[in-house]
């Protein structure tokens, strides 16, 4: 059964396969490599009930989302997508049915992206639903973008808007590739991570591989309109700009660049999507909350934490 | 809790890392890839209830198999093991002491096969143990091994005995990389895959794969202990012979070879590992099983087959 499902895969995929060398239906994908960069590697595992709920979501978004948090991870290293492998456990009732919808997401994102499908595994059990997408990329001629490359006097820049991402954009998020290698090519970059656990929270992460601190300026961050929205519908939940500060899923880009290459972005108007300076990294490790009348508080990162048993 | 958790693998990790440029912890892992070969990619998720019981098993049992799997895929494609993400789906109840059980089991058979543990994802949820493993190697200067390449006049070889692995084999195994990568560099060979489902029904697909068809000699499959053991526990389930030729989960390989470099394999003692010519590839699709006295009868492929709903 498995072997008809590679076989609908195989007359599903694009013919033209460049890199892919061996595809679907060996023991193991086989990608051209030569003078192609080091190789970059991101695994991302989606289940039931946390990631999404199978009950309400669109299997496509699903598939999709599955797909597009690994590029969002191979752009925050400034990494090329070459090709991805997808494992799934399909819960035994609803079977290969399940994974064509899920395959039916992710297909237009990987084309989009240029990225192969180079293979995967596909099992029923007797459990719920789990997608796992691995995601290889290939480093440009700069090198790959770190966590740690952070120094004080660095501008904070993010792309895009925060909060609220659970309305929607957790599922429809465009993963921030072009936008990094554009940077990447065209700007000094030191540091950069993509948003999934919160703003407050990745910063404090970044500052922490980095060995440093950082000053957000409160009135600067991009709260989106779906923060102001998801604070509206649930007030006691906090307001849009904690909700920008704390909410999960952004999939924003997190970046430290040098204060006078980050004005310079400020201006750049072929970038097409919004970019903003929201603070500084600095010396001292911790994060400071500087608000509109410049009163400095200090700022507990909040955001997702995977939470486990004993 | 995750940073937690990767703090305490990277102080478990070996410290040379050799090809590791960055470690678990950033958005990515990035592998040095300059005159690596092509990249060989195979992914395999295992899940409770299928591929194992938890109830029943040793986790790290579980973690062992679950990157034993994987470097056979890399063995049936002559590929030399780079490194490997893990993405563990946790029983809430049970959590990150599961964890570092299944990574206990998989970290000494990582280092047997100097294959980096490049980074992975931890989660947790409701539901049952979900482990995928994503495995890299790099091809020789002789390139991948194929499941198309054997020709009629090809010898049929195996590694290994056949059968009744759900003893103990399918979790204590040793895949084939070293074999595998001693073939390919001192012999000719046509064809590879790994044997995971069933000895018949792989052979059949390998002849599938390479437009052929085989005749086995019944008499000189090697039939394993386990499989003789397995047949007396439950005769009802099959002969030792059947139990070697549909029996899932043996993990070895199965190769085309021409005749002549397949009797020079026969009497080379450097392998260490039983090396059985077990027929021959045929123009003629399908499978031929000849018995001892020379009689002929049609042969229907036979092992494990993934079963899905609608």
Same mark, same amino acid.
């Given at each position: 059964?498995?072997?008809?499902?590679?076989?609908?895969?195989?007359?599903?995929?694009?013919?033209?396969?460049?890199?892919?060398?061996?595809?679907?239906?060996?023991?193991?994908?086989?990608?051209?490599?030569? &003078?192609?960069?080091? =190789?970059?590697?991101?695994?991302?595992?989606?289940?039931?009930?946390?990631?999404?709920?199978?009950?309400?979501?669109?299997?496509?978004?699903?598939?999709?989302?599955?797909?597009?948090?690994?590029?969002?991870?191979?752009?925050?290293?400034?990494? /090329?997508?070459?090709?991805? /492998?997808?494992?799934?456990?399909?819960?035994?009732?609803?079977?290969?049915?399940?994974?064509?919808?899920?395959?039916?997401?992710?297909?237009?994102?990987?084309?989009?992206?240029?990225?192969?499908?180079?293979? $995967?595994?596909?099992?029923?059990?007797?459990?719920?639903?789990? *997608? &796992?997408?691995?995601? *290889?990329?290939?480093?440009?001629?700069?090198? %790959?973008?770190?966590?740690?490359?952070?120094?004080?006097?660095?501008? *904070?820049?993010?792309?895009?808007?925060?909060? $609220?991402? !659970?309305?929607?954009?957790?599922?429809?998020?465009?993963?921030?590739?072009?936008?990094?290698?554009?940077?990447?090519?065209?700007?000094?970059?030191?540091?950069?991570?993509?948003?999934?656990?919160?703003?407050?929270?990745?910063?404090?992460?970044? =500052?922490?591989?980095?060995? =440093? #601190?950082?000053?957000?300026?409160?009135?600067? !961050?991009?709260? #989106?309109?779906?923060?102001?929205?998801?604070?509206?519908?649930?007030?006691?939940? #906090?307001?849009?700009?904690?909700?920008?500060?704390?909410?999960?899923?952004?999939?924003?880009?997190?970046?430290?660049? %040098?204060?006078?290459?980050?004005?310079?972005?400020?201006?750049?108007?072929?970038? $097409?999507?919004?970019?903003?300076? !929201?603070?500084?990294?600095?010396?001292? %490790?911790?994060?400071?909350? *500087?608000?509109?009348? #410049?009163?400095?508080?200090?700022?507990? %990162?909040? $955001?997702?934490?995977?939470?486990?048993?004993?």
């Amino acid at each position: 059964m498995e072997l008809e499902f590679i076989r609908r895969l195989r007359e599903r995929l694009p013919s033209r396969q460049g890199a892919l060398l061996v595809g679907p239906g060996d023991d193991a994908a086989v990608l051209a490599w030569r &003078n192609a960069g080091d =190789c970059v590697v991101t695994t991302d595992m989606l289940t039931d009930g946390v990631d999404f709920r199978l009950e309400e979501a669109d299997a496509r978004r699903i598939g999709r989302k599955a797909l597009a948090v690994n590029l969002s991870d191979l752009a925050a290293m400034a990494a /090329v997508p070459v090709a991805v /492998v997808v494992s799934l456990a399909l819960p035994r009732t609803a079977g290969l049915a399940l994974a064509w919808e899920l395959y039916e997401g992710l297909l237009p994102l990987a084309e989009e992206f240029d990225t192969l499908v180079a293979g $995967g595994d596909t099992n029923a059990w007797d459990g719920g639903l789990v *997608i &796992n997408v691995t995601a *290889i990329g290939r480093t440009t001629d700069r090198g %790959p973008l770190l966590r740690s490359g952070a120094r004080a006097g660095d501008a *904070i820049v993010v792309t895009g808007d925060f909060g $609220g991402s !659970i309305l929607g954009k957790h599922f429809d998020f465009t993963p921030r590739v072009r936008e990094a290698l554009y940077l990447r090519a065209n700007y000094e970059v030191h540091a950069a991570m993509d948003v999934s656990d919160g703003l407050s929270l990745d910063l404090s992460r970044l =500052c922490e591989e980095s060995r =440093c #601190g950082a000053e957000l300026d409160l009135a600067a !961050i991009p709260i #989106g309109p779906a923060a102001h929205e998801a604070a509206g519908r649930d007030p006691t939940a #906090g307001t849009p700009l904690e909700r920008a500060l704390g909410d999960g899923e952004d999939f924003e880009l997190l970046l430290a660049m %040098p204060a006078d290459e980050a004005r310079r972005l400020a201006t750049d108007t072929t970038l $097409g999507v919004r970019v903003t300076i !929201i603070g500084r990294f600095v010396a001292l %490790p911790g994060l400071v909350a *500087i608000d509109a009348d #410049g009163v400095r508080r200090s700022l507990t %990162p909040r $955001g997702y934490e995977h939470r486990f048993g004993a």
